[in-house]
Nanobody
Framework: QVQLVESGGGLVPAGGSLRLSCLAS????????MAWYRQGPGKQRELVAF???????NYADSVKGRFTISRDNTQKTLYLQMSSLKPEDTAVYYC??????????????WGQGTQVTVSS
């Protein structure tokens, strides 16, 4: 139904910025809610932020005020602008398509992930 490919990860110093992109193929992008998840070593995958089809956004408390999620339905691309990065943000970041109805429910469609490493 949909293919997701993340890019933009890398090694950055604490306090730095990075923008992640997720390019989607398929015809359902504009009808799906989208989200960014991350998974650090030895940790469970956690929801970072999501954006509904109408542009409603929600962020985890740990990234609120530092990260911004956005989408371009014409280009079928999801973005995550990250600033004031901390070592605790180090993780593999994944994008996901899903459903928003009172809460975000992920689908089984995931990208391959992109590594973000923040040095102290």
């Amino acid at each position: 139904q949909v293919q997701l490919v993340e890019s933009g990860g890398g090694l950055v110093p604490a306090g730095g910025s990075l923008r992640l992109s997720c390019l989607a193929s398929g015809t359902s992008f504009s009808r799906d809610a989208m989200a960014w998840y991350r998974q650090g070593p030895g940790k469970q995958r956690e929801l970072v932020a999501f954006i509904s089809t109408r542009g409603l956004t929600n962020y985890a408390d740990s990234v609120k005020g530092r990260f911004t999620i956005s989408r371009d339905n014409t280009q079928k691309t999801l973005y995550l602008q990250m600033s004031s990065l901390k070592p605790e943000d180090t993780a593999v970041y994944y994008c996901n398509s899903g459903i928003y109805y009172r809460q975000y429910t992920p689908s089984d469609y995931w990208g391959q992930g992109t590594q973000v490493t923040v040095s102290s």
